[in-house]
C-alpha cells in the first residue's frame, strides 16, 4: 500500500510545473565582487539558481571593470533552472558623484554637494543611453533626467570650472560636513543621556 502511495507521489512531481518567476529579479552587485553571502546569495537561492556558477559567470563577465563598481543587474530566471543576465551601466548617481569628486550627496538641505559642467553631463548622458531601459529616450531627455538627478544629490552644473575656486569650494564643503557630523554626535549624545 505504502509503495503505491509513493509511486503516485513521484508521478505528482513530474506533472507539477516548477515555478518560473515572470519579473526578473533587479540587483546592485559590485562588479568583481558577487559572493554567496545574503543578500544576494539568499535572493538567488529563492529563485532556484546555482549560486556558487552564477558568482563565477558574474566575475568573469566584469573582471574588465574596475573592482567595487556597482552594477545594476537584470537576472531573468527561465523554467529549467537557467537564468540569462543582462549587465547595465552604474547608476547615475554614481557617475555624477565621481565627477563632482565627492563620496556623498547633499547631507544638509538646500547644500551645494558638488559641481560638474556640462561636458561632464553630456558624457554621462551618453553613457547612459547604451542602457536598455534608456533605449527609447533621446539623448536631451537622458541629460535632462540626470540634471533632476543631479539637483537631487545637491550638485550643481556649471558652464566652466576653475580649479582654484573648486578647491576652495571642496574645502568649504569638508568643513561644513565635519561641523555637521559633530552637530550629530552631541545630538546623539544628549539622547543617550536624557535615556538613562
Known sequence: ???????????????????EHRTPLRVIIPAGM????????SQLGQRNINVANFCKDFNTRTENIKEGIPLPCRIKVKSDGSYSLVIH???????????AGILKGKVIKDEVAGKITF??????????????????????????MIVGIARTCGIQIV???????????MKQRKENYMKFREELQEIKKSKVLRAL
Not at 500500500?1 to 515555478?19: D, E, F, R, T
Not at 558652464?159 to 569650494?169: I, Q, S, V, Y
Open 159 to 169: 558652464r566652466t570650472l576653475d580649479p582654484e575656486e573648486h578647491a576652495k569650494f
Open 119 to 144: 561636458k561632464h553631463l553630456y558624457e554621462i548622458a551618453c553613457v547612459k543611453a547604451q542602457d536598455p531601459p534608456l533605449a527609447l529616450l533621446s539623448l536631451p531627455q537622458i541629460c535632462e
Open 89 to 99: 551601466k552604474p547608476p547615475v548617481t554614481f557617475f555624477l558623484k565621481q565627477a
Open 1 to 19: 500500500m505504502s509503495s503505491k502511495i509513493i509511486k503516485k507521489g513521484n508521478a505528482l512531481k513530474k506533472v507539477v510545473k516548477k515555478v
Open 34 to 41: 558577487a559572493n554567496a553571502k545574503p543578500p544576494l546569495g
